[in-house]
């Protein structure tokens, strides 16, 4: 099982997600989502890779990516972003049934919603929730069809701890997760994770192949 420690950024408290981008980028450790997990019928793998911490109330992560024909067709809030250029963190409490899934496209638009499974107990966040969910894209935050060719792109994200069920004064001691990039409705169809998943047919909806997001105390 794959495992991140958390640090803890006095420099991000109360920090937006632009200013964390730069934030981020030192002395945080890189993390990689490369984990081809349905070789035969998906071999392709962006260069994907990801920095987290966290502040007293959020969490933060930046994700950077190179890949082929980006894709970003989708410009509101749950719609199906996960058919464009799409990184992915879902997560959940270990003593939890329940998880939450987190979208993101290349240019900040997201789907998030808490579910037992891929098609059990969906209950999408409400519109106050998405507004909380702050995005930051290096990209114009427009709309485009694929592009051929090689691309770039980076997101930083805050999520604060109140919408992952979290009492910032009594943080556990982890969550367990998973991060992904996938690109459906791409030319180059991709379905990559950080920790390995053992299933037969693409599926990002396994908690049970989450690793583990530890938490350092303040």
Known sequence: ???????FLSALNDTDAKTAS????????KNFIKNVNWPAQYPYCPDSEFLMARSINSLYINFKI???????????DQEPVWEDSCVEFFCKKSENDSYMNFEFNCIG??????????DKDVVPFS??????????PILYRQTFREKEGPGYWELTVR???????????????KLLANFYKCADGSSSPHYV?????????PDF??????GEILLFAV
Not at 109 to 115: D, G, N, Q
Not at 159 to 170: H, K, M, T, V, Y
Not at 194 to 201: D, G, H, S
Request: include cysteine; glycine fraction near 4%; proline fraction near 5%.
């Open 127 to 136: 519109e106050s929730q998405m507004k909380q969910i702050d995005r930051f």
């Open 22 to 29: 730069q934030i981020l980028n030192v002395g945080v450790s």
């Open 193 to 201: 994770s950080w920790n390995p998943i053992a299933t037969a047919q």
């Open 205 to 210: 909806h396994c908690p049970e192949y989450f």
């Open 66 to 76: 190179s890949e082929n024909n980006l894709r970003a067709l989708y410009l509101n």
């Open 1 to 7: 099982m794959n495992t991140i420690n958390v640090s």
């Open 109 to 118: 638009t997201c789907v998030a919603t808490t579910r037992k499974g891929r």
């Open 159 to 173: 999520i604060p701890f109140e919408l992952l069920g979290i009492d910032s004064a009594n943080m556990p001691e």
